[in-house]
C-alpha cells in the first residue's frame, strides 16, 4: 500500500492504465514481419498530418499573436523535417519492429540521454521542443489502449506523472473510475479534473510509475489517500464494498438535485458550478446547480489545436450560456501560466511561474489575444440578454488597482470596437478573483472598481502560505483551514458584504463539506464549486442554520492549529450530516 495526497473522494478499483509520455503501453507486442510495412505507411500518415498542422499553426499564430511567437511552430517543423529525425524512427519501426508509438518513444529516450549530459540551457530547450513534435506525432497515432493486442477490460484506473488537458482528450468516453498521479497536490488541475467528474484521486505518489504497470488491479481510496496494487482477495473485497456504498451515497445524494439551494432556516444560497466546457456544463445543469460561478476558458486554448479566434469563442461561450441552468454564468479570462502552459504564448522557463508570468500579466502582454476574448465575451453576452440571463467576466490573479482600472479600459475600448461593427453589445458586470494577497489587503480600495467579487482560494491559500499548490512536499501547508487563511477570507467576505457586493468562492473549499459548512458560518451565500458536490452541500444545507454555522465560525476563529480546526469541523460534520463524511478528503 502506498499513501498519497487525497485528491478527490471516494474509492475505485479497477485495472491500471499507465499514461507514459507518449501513450505507449509497456506491454505492446513487438510487430510481426509482415505487419512492418503498414505500420510505416501509418507512420507516414501522422507525420504529414502533423506537418500540415505544424504549417497552419505558424500562419495562425503569427497572424493572432505575432511573429515571434510562430517561430516556435517553424523550428518545430524543422525537427519533424530532420531527415536524422524521420530515418531513426523509421529505423525502430522496420529494424527492431517495434510500433509506430514505441519507435517514437526510444527516440525520445535516446535524445532525453544524450541531451542529459550537456550543460548547454539551448540544447535542453531543443530537447523540450523535439517532446512537442513527438507528443504531436503521437496524438495522430491515437494507439487504442490494448496490452498484448487486447482491449482492457472494464473500469480503468489512470496512473501517471500527472494528467494533462492533452490526456482527458485522448481518454475521450473511456470509463475512468480512478486516478492516480505521482506529482501534484489537492487544488491541481489534475486534481480540479477529476473532482469535477466525481473520480477519486491520489495525488504525490511518487515512483508510483514503477511499482505499477498496466493491467494490474489497483485500489484507489480518494478519502485518506491509500493506493493499493494488486490487493490480496480480501482487500480487493473490502474496498469493493466501499466503492458500492460510494455510488450508493451518490445515488442517494442526486435525488437532492431538485430540492432547493436553502438552509433548514430558510436561508436562501447560490450554489453555482465550475465548468471547463459544454459538457461540464450538462453536468451542472444535471446535478441542480443554480447557474455558473467560473468558467475556465483556458482550457478552450489548451485543447484547441490552434488559437481559437474571435469567432471560435464566440461560438463556443454561446453554446455554454446556452446549456447553462439557472441565469448566471461568469466567464473568467484566460489563465494561463503556472501550471498550464500554451506554447504560443511563449513558454521561457521561469524560475517561479506561479508568481510570473500569469493570467491577466500575460494576457495584458497579447493586448490583441485579449481584446479578441474581451469581445467574445460581450457579444456571447448581449446575445443571451433577452434570455434574461446574466454574463459577468471575471478576470484571475487582479493584484493592484491599476490593473483593475485598464482592465476596465480595455473592457470599454473592446465595446467600442463591437459598437463600431454595428454589433449590438449588453451589459456586463466586470469582476476580480481574489487570489493574491495583496488583493485580499486592499480589498476597500478594490470593491469601488468592481462589480463583484470571486474568491480563487486555491490560489489564495498558496500564495498565503507560501506554499506551492502542487508540490506534494508542503501540502501540510497548502491548506484552506489555516487560521490565517479562515482570518483573511472573514474579513473579505465581511467587506464585500458591507460594501453590497456581491461575493462567491469557487476554490475546491467551497465543494467540501467542512469548508462549506465555514464559508457559511462567515456569512458567504454564493458558492461556485465542481458539480459533483452539488448535491452533497445541498444535502448539507437541509441540517444547518445560519445560527449554527455562525457559532462554529465563531469557535473556530478562536483556533491556532490547523490540526485543531480540522479535527473540530470533522466532528461537526459528522454531527450534522454524518453521510457526508465519506466526501471530505484526510
Ligand atoms: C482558484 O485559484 O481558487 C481558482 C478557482 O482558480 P484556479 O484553480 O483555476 O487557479
Ligand atoms: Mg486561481
Redesign the pocket.
Known amino acids: 500500500m502506498r499513501n498519497g495526497i487525497p485528491v478527490s473522494p471516494g474509492v475505485a478499483v479497477g485495472t491500471a492504465y499507465c499514461i507514459d509520455e507518449i501513450f505507449v503501453n509497456p506491454d505492446t507486442k513487438r510487430l510481426e514481419p509482415g505487419e512492418v510495412q503498414a505500420e510505416l505507411a501509418r507512420y507516414e500518415r501522422a507525420r504529414v498530418k502533423t506537418a500540415a498542422d505544424l504549417r497552419a499553426l505558424t500562419q495562425k499564430v503569427a497572424r493572432q499573436v505575432g511573429p515571434h511567437e510562430a517561430a516556435i511552430f517553424a523550428s518545430h517543423l524543422a525537427i519533424l523535417e530532420d531527415p536524422a529525425f524521420d530515418e531513426k524512427t523509421r529505423a525502430w519501426i522496420a529494424e527492431h519492429h517495434e510500433t509506430a508509438q514505441a519507435a517514437l518513444h526510444h527516440l525520445l529516450n535516446e535524445y532525453a540521454s544524450l541531451f542529459a549530459r550537456t550543460k548547454d540551457e539551448y540544447l535542453k530547450l531543443r530537447l523540450n521542443d523535439l517532446r512537442d513534435v513527438v507528443l504531436r506525432i503521437s496524438g495522430h497515432l491515437s494507439e487504442v489502449l490494448q496490452p498484448d493486442g487486447k482491449a482492457i477490460a472494464g473500469p480503468l484506473i489512470v496512473v501517471a506523472d500527472e494528467l494533462l488537458p492533452s490526456h482527458v482528450v485522448a481518454l475521450g468516453d473511456r470509463p475512468v473510475m480512478g486516478i492516480v498521479t505521482q506529482a501534484g497536490g489537492q487544488?491541481s488541475?489534475a486534481a480540479?479534473l477529476a473532482r469535477s467528474r466525481g473520480i477519486p484521486a491520489v495525488s504525490g505518489l511518487r515512483g508510483i510509475l514503477k511499482q505499477v504497470k498496466t493491467g494490474d488491479r489497483i485500489v484507489v481510496d480518494g478519502r485518506d489517500g491509500h493506493v493499493v496494487v494488486n490487493p490480496d482477495a480480501e482487500i480487493e473485497s473490502a474496498y469493493r464494498k466501499l466503492q458500492r456504498e460510494f455510488f450508493l451515497l451518490k445515488d442517494q445524494l442526486a435525488a437532492n438535485r431538485d430540492l432547493p439551494a436553502k438552509s433548514a432556516d430558510g436561508e436562501t444560497v447560490q450554489l453555482l458550478a465550475?465548468i471547463n466546457n459544454v459538457a461540464d456544463v450538462k453536468a451542472a445543469a444535471a446535478m441542480g446547480a443554480t447557474g455558473i460561478g467560473?468558467y475556465?476558458t483556458?482550457y478552450l486554448f489548451l485543447t484547441h489545436p490552434s488559437v481559437p479566434d474571435e469567432e471560435e469563442q464566440f461560438q463556443a461561450y454561446r453554446e455554454v450560456i446556452a446549456a447553462s441552468p439557472g441565469n448566471t454564468v461568469t466567464i473568467?479570462t484566460l489563465?494561463i501560466g503556472?501550471d498550464?502552459t500554451v506554447p504560443y504564448l511563449g513558454h521561457a522557463r521561469e524560475a517561479n511561474p506561479f508568481m510570473g508570468w500569469r493570467s491577466i500579466r500575460l494576457s495584458f502582454e497579447h493586448p490583441e489575444l485579449f481584446a479578441t476574448q474581451i469581445r467574445a465575451i460581450l457579444r456571447a453576452a448581449a446575445e443571451q440578454e433577452a434570455s434574461g440571463r446574466t454574463v459577468r467576466m471575471l478576470f484571475?490573479?487582479v493584484t493592484t488597482f491599476e490593473e483593475m482600472r485598464r482592465l476596465r479600459t480595455m473592457v470599454d475600448r473592446a465595446r467600442r470596437q463591437l459598437e463600431s461593427r454595428r454589433v449590438r453589445v449588453g451589459s456586463v458586470p466586470v469582476g476580480l478573483?481574489l487570489?493574491v494577497p495583496a488583493a485580499a489587503v486592499s480589498i476597500r480600495s478594490l470593491l469601488p472598481t468592481v462589480d463583484f467579487v470571486?474568491?480563487?482560494?486555491?490560489?489564495?491559500?498558496?500564495y498565503l502560505m507560501a506554499a506551492d499548490?502542487d508540490n506534494p512536499k508542503v501540502s501540510h501547508l497548502c491548506q484552506p483551514l489555516a487560521p490565517p487563511v479562515i482570518r483573511v477570507l472573514t474579513d473579505v467576505i465581511a467587506a464585500c458584504n458591507a460594501a453590497n457586493k456581491p461575493v462567491t468562492?469557487?476554490?475546491?473549499m467551497a465543494g467540501s463539506p467542512r469548508g462549506f459548512l465555514l464559508l457559511f458560518g462567515m456569512g458567504l451565500r454564493s458558492f461556485?464549486m465542481s458539480p459533483a458536490f452539488i448535491p452533497s452541500m445541498k444535502e448539507l444545507l437541509c441540517h444547518l442554520t445560519v445560527a449554527k454555522a455562525e457559532s462554529i465560525h465563531r469557535r473556530v476563529l478562536s483556533h491556532k492549529a490547523i490540526s485543531q480546526v480540522t479535527r473540530y469541523l470533522t466532528e461537526q460534520i459528522k454531527k450534522i450530516a454524518p453521510n457526508l463524511a465519506m466526501l471530505d478528503t484526510a
Open positions: 487544488t488541475h480540479i465550475n467560473l475556465r483556458e473568467r489563465d503556472g498550464k484571475p490573479m478573483m487570489e470571486s474568491i480563487g482560494s486555491n490560489d489564495l491559500v498558496q499548490r468562492l469557487c476554490g475546491e461556485s
